[in-house]
């Protein structure tokens, strides 16, 4: 019997996700008994062209990490659909926009101005932006175009799964390739439906978190380098801004075990519509203070609501970006 | 018919006070402007951070908070929450650029009829003067822009 079509690819994002694949140590034998690689760039030499050559529907698995941050992002995305059959947004950015969906504080012509203008590192004395379009005596040359918007893979293209994670964790990467090897062999039957969110747990991060966790209130907020946590107690109960609480589990709780609060990569729980709202809803409800205007001032300390409550969730927000 | 923008807002009332202080600004005949759509809730306390940005989101100019006056929630302290809650969406709501007083926050009492509706005049006044939001129009089809640029160039 042949093998299955396995395709991966890196949009917009920093590559840990193709690390993370590679993190499952010896079942990536599994992966290479049961699927032949067939695009894939961070690990074989194959081209868009290779890709535009394929039928329909002819790559059985793609794995797309990366968020949709310019015209060839948003190409291979709808280039990758039209060609596969299970298309997963693999990571946080393809699910939630992730880091990168930060950009959405600005835009397109505020980026570049920073990079290439405005920032104190910079030696550019003439000035020199990129050009999208540049000729050259062997021809025109072209880059992508950059977007004012990060968009999730999601509001780009029809996604048939979502597994979030910066990066998706080894386990959940494992058990979710188990069910397709088993679901390709036997047929379409037993994949999970269509637009489920897979390699996660039920509930949230606090429910995985081992630490011992009371009544929560807060009367200031700490940042973790200004102090040395208890290693038992709650990090939100000490004053840490810890996004487990609205968090979806699947992580095993990774962070939160060495001391460092959930930053919430693994997205929104189930039900819930905008995690960074939900989140800044919770950590206000627990300041403790015996006055509205002292609750009202230590709430309002949080230095930077959008990059704390949103860090991965931005592109995927409510209102997705800042006005433009 | 004037055309002078009607802005939409939308207005989330604890059912204990100033959904009764709307009340008695009706009953009392006072007169304020009908652009404010009320959505009674329990209590200020149980408006999250999520009803506000959805509101703004779906096309509301404005959002108005009104709830008991610290120390008569009829649920003890969740106007305390909202006090907290409050402040922090407002800086969120400022660092994704919007104007400051788009959204406001006001304990308005069952009795405070004539309050509720001098909140609601000034509240539609200011966002009158702000003009509208447009949440949704900012997002258009950047891909569509590459191809008209390569059909151009």
């Excluded at chain 1, 994002?13 to 993190?23: D, K, M, R, T």
């Excluded at chain 1, 797309?64 to 997963?88: D, H, P, T, W």
């Excluded at chain 1, 860090?311 to 409510?318: I, P, W």
Aim: hydrophobic share 40%.
């Amino acid at each position: 019997m042949s093998k299955f079509k396995f395709a991966m690819y890196w949009a917009g994002s920093c590559g840990g996700c193709e690390i993370s694949v590679l993190e499952i140590e010896e079942k990536i034998l599994e992966v290479d008994a049961n699927f032949d690689v067939v695009f894939w760039p961070v690990a074989a030499d194959f081209k868009y062209k290779d890709v535009e050559g394929y039928d329909d529907g002819f790559i059985d698995l793609c794995l797309f990490n990366g968020c949709i941050r310019n015209s060839e992002n948003e190409y291979v995305a709808k280039l990758l659909r039209q060609k596969s059959k299970v298309l997963v947004a693999f990571g946080s950015c393809a699910t939630t926009g992730g880091i990168p969906g930060l950009a959405n504080v600005a835009n397109a012509q505020e980026i570049k101005d920073l990079v290439y203008r405005d920032n104190p590192s910079l030696d550019n004395p003439d000035g020199v932006y990129p050009q999208e379009r540049y000729t050259v005596p062997e021809g025109e040359l072209e880059l992508p175009h950059l977007y004012d918007t990060v968009k999730t893979l999601g509001q780009t293209i029809d996604v048939d799964y979502f597994m979030p994670g910066c990066p998706p964790e080894a386990h959940q990467i494992a058990a979710v390739l188990d069910v397709v090897i088993a679901a390709l062999k036997k047929g379409k039957g037993a994949l999970p439906a269509k637009g489920a969110t897979i390699g996660v747990a039920p509930k949230t991060c606090c429910d995985e978190c081992k630490r011992v966790k009371e009544e929560k209130k807060i009367s200031s907020f700490r940042r973790i380098w200004e102090f040395i946590p208890d290693v038992e107690q709650c990090l939100l109960e000490q004053g840490v801004i810890c996004m487990g609480p609205a968090t979806q589990a699947g992580c095993g709780a990774r962070c939160t075990t060495v001391g460092m609060p959930c930053r919430g990569c693994y997205g929104a729980p189930e039900g819930v519509l905008d995690q960074g709202a939900k989140m800044l809803s919770t950590v206000a409800s627990i300041v403790d203070a015996p006055t509205p205007a002292e609750i009202a001032e230590i709430a309002a300390s949080v230095p930077d609501p959008v990059g704390t409550f949103y860090r991965f969730g931005l592109a995927d927000s409510l209102l997705r970006r800042a006005r433009v | 018919m004037s055309d002078q923008f009607e802005p939409r807002l939308i207005g989330f009332l604890c059912r204990w006070c100033s959904y009764n202080g709307a009340d008695l600004a009706g009953t009392s005949r006072l007169k304020y402007p009908p652009n404010m759509v009320p959505i009674k809730t329990n209590c200020s306390g149980r408006v999250d951070a999520t009803h506000l940005l959805k509101a703004l989101k779906e096309g509301a100019d404005g959002v108005l908070i009104a709830g008991c006056h610290p120390g008569d929630c009829h649920y003890v302290n969740g106007n305390y929450r909202t006090a907290g809650r409050f402040p922090l969406t407002e800086k969120l709501l400022e660092q994704l650029g919007l104007e400051h007083g788009r959204v406001r926050l006001e304990w308005v009492s069952a009795a405070e009829g004539d309050k509720f509706a001098r909140v609601v005049t000034e509240f539609t006044e200011e966002i009158r003067a702000l003009g509208p939001l447009g949440w949704g129009a900012q997002f258009r089809d950047e891909s569509a822009e590459v191809v008209e640029e390569a059909v151009s160039a």
